[in-house]
């Protein structure tokens, strides 16, 4: 077998001078957060919504008729309406291509797109469900971001109530709504980690706001997380959900909130049979949280993760596919003060198995800072216990997402080849001066490295664990490869002066 980056990833020496079928968020209203004064969030009492915990009957017996249920529940869900005022903006809609040139404008004057516009006043609607008897109502975020003014339709007369937005919390897309009214009917709640597939669920809304509207279907699978948000553990059901039905209530067959109507995979904007609802364990979190401390407060541990893959797992030595890879270790965090280090595969969190990197990342963010957690680790084969304290996780921190990850099963790094990062390669792909290592500077497409998912602009940092500082290292590395497979640490520019650091796994394909 021939050594796998002599003939095939090369050394440059030029110079660098030179959907049909789509996810989306319910259509619903469009807000801003209402702000209120500090010395009034702090007034503001806590809240704690108790869960009827009581298991389901799961005998197989269905009923003729869920009206009872419905009947219970319909009090409990509203209208939501939201109203984004006309503004004047400055620029409108950019410069005609004919603005400059004197002759036109004599027949046609200046160009009315280059002056400030007025935008046009937007109305919208939506769903919420009541959940305390003094007017606490949770809805989703998209719902009311954006708004100048949010009112609540109550009841079957439609009581019209003004809407504080007590807070939004967009990595979960869960808004907290407040109006000042009594003798509410709150929804009762339940365990949504106690749900199964398979249990009848029945989504209540105000679809196209034609009124409100219930369906019923199944929970078609559980801990999703395809959307695209920050956190993601949603419940996937067939309920029939449709726009406007965002923020409304997904219940059990008892009538128990279980979770909030979010989104919908769809390919024609209606719907087709897969809808996602954020979990009530999960709204429950952000609420009280919001309530309590005016924002969500998260644990931190200071980690970029990754998902293991069976070729990731081989190369860390692990048996199956469970762990979560870290990709990097964030300096001055609690992750790099207790000595977690790149290329560590966390297996367990406080004694209990890590499924995959986004369901460690979400038990952390619902873990208070100040608390000690117990990981233990899989490092260079050993398995070893690390113990850290969480902080929390600062507001502006958006690179906590996991990594993405794919690998290819075609010859191996064939067709690569890298140069040294110079400056005129530090401009254009916007790499840190602390990053190091070999720059891909052209890549065949058609290879195992391009179907493992390296790209040009990515600079190989590790070959196999060894570090890459310069392209004539990455080259001699190369050479030294005996192995069918090469584990690659590499960093992809995202923009900005922004990147992210992933493993890669790249399998040559063995010769007959």
């Known amino acids: ?10 050394r440059n020496w030029s110079s660098w001078g030179g959907a049909l079928l789509g996810l989306a968020l319910i259509p619903g209203l469009v807000s801003v957060a209402i702000s209120k004064d500090k010395e009034e969030k702090d007034k503001r009492p806590p809240v704690r919504l108790e869960a009827d915990t ?30 984004t005022k006309a503004k004047v903006v400055p620029g409108g809609r950019g410069r005609s291509p004919f603005a400059d040139d004197p002759l036109l404008r004599r027949f ?29 109502i949770l809805t989703n975020n998209h719902v009311v971001e954006g708004a100048d003014e949010v009112k609540v339709a109550v009841g079957a007369d439609d009581r019209e109530y003004a809407a504080e937005v007590v807070g939004r919390d967009e990595k979960t897309d869960i808004a907290v709504l407040k109006i000042d009214a009594k003798d509410l009917v709150p929804i009762s709640t339940t365990d949504s980690d106690a749900i199964e597939v398979g249990d009848v669920v029945l989504a209540v809304g105000n679809p196209f706001g034609i009124g409100q509207t219930v369906t019923m279907g199944l929970v078609s699978a559980t801990g999703r997380a395809s959307l695209g948000l920050m956190y993601e553990d949603f419940i996937q059901t067939d309920a029939p959900i449709n726009p406007g039905n965002s923020g409304g ?54 980690l970029i993760l990754q998902p293991m893959t069976p070729a990731l797992s081989k190369q860390f030595k692990l048996e199956g596919v469970g762990g979560a890879l870290v990709a990097e270790v964030a300096p001055n965090t609690p992750a790099s003060k207790a000595g977690l280090q790149d290329g560590d595969v966390i297996i367990e ?9 986004k369901t460690l990342r979400f038990q952390v963010s619902q873990t208070a800072p100040g608390t000690k957690i117990n990981l ?8 070893k216990k690390v113990d850290l304290v969480l902080k929390e996780l600062p507001e502006n921190l958006t690179a906590s ?38 720059i891909v500077a052209q890549i065949d497409e058609n290879s195992a490295s391009a179907e493992a998912g390296l790209k040009v602009g990515d ?10 500082t310069s392209a004539d290292e990455a080259v001699e590395l190369s050479e030294k490869i005996k192995e069918e497979t090469v584990l690659l640490r590499v960093w992809t520019p995202s923009g900005r002066g922004q990147g992210t650091n992933r493993y890669i796994v790249v399998q040559e394909e063995k010769k007959k």
């Open 401 to 438: 997402r996991d990594t993405k990850n794919s690998e290819g099963q075609v010859d191996a790094l064939e067709g690569v080849t890298v140069a040294d990062i110079d400056r005129a390669a530090r401009s254009r792909y916007g790499i840190p001066a602390e990053i190091k290592g070999a």
């Open 54 to 83: 009581t298991p389901l009957q799961r005998d197989g017996k269905f009923t003729a008729s869920f009206a009872h249920v419905v009947k219970k529940v319909s009090p409990s869900v509203v209208k939501v309406y939201s109203t």
């Open 249 to 302: 209530a997904l219940i059990d067959a008892t009538g128990r909130l279980i979770g909030i109507n979010t989104a919908i995979l769809s390919r024609t904007g209606g719907n087709q049979g897969i809808g996602f609802a954020v979990p009530i364990n999960l709204a429950r979190f952000v609420m009280e949280s919001i309530v309590r401390d005016g924002r969500v407060v998260r644990g931190y541990m200071g």
């Open 1 to 10: 077998m021939k050594a796998l980056f002599s003939d095939r990833i090369r």
């Open 349 to 357: 969190l406080d004694g209990k198995p890590v499924k995959d990197s």
């Open 376 to 383: 233990k680790i899989v490092r260079d084969g050993e398995r």
């Open 108 to 136: 046609f004057g200046d160009d009315p797109g280059a002056g400030p516009q007025r935008t046009p006043r937007e109305q919208g609607l939506g769903s919420g469900v009541i959940v305390t008897r003094d007017g606490y």
């Open 459 to 468: 600079v190989i940092r590790e070959i196999n664990r060894h570090p890459v």
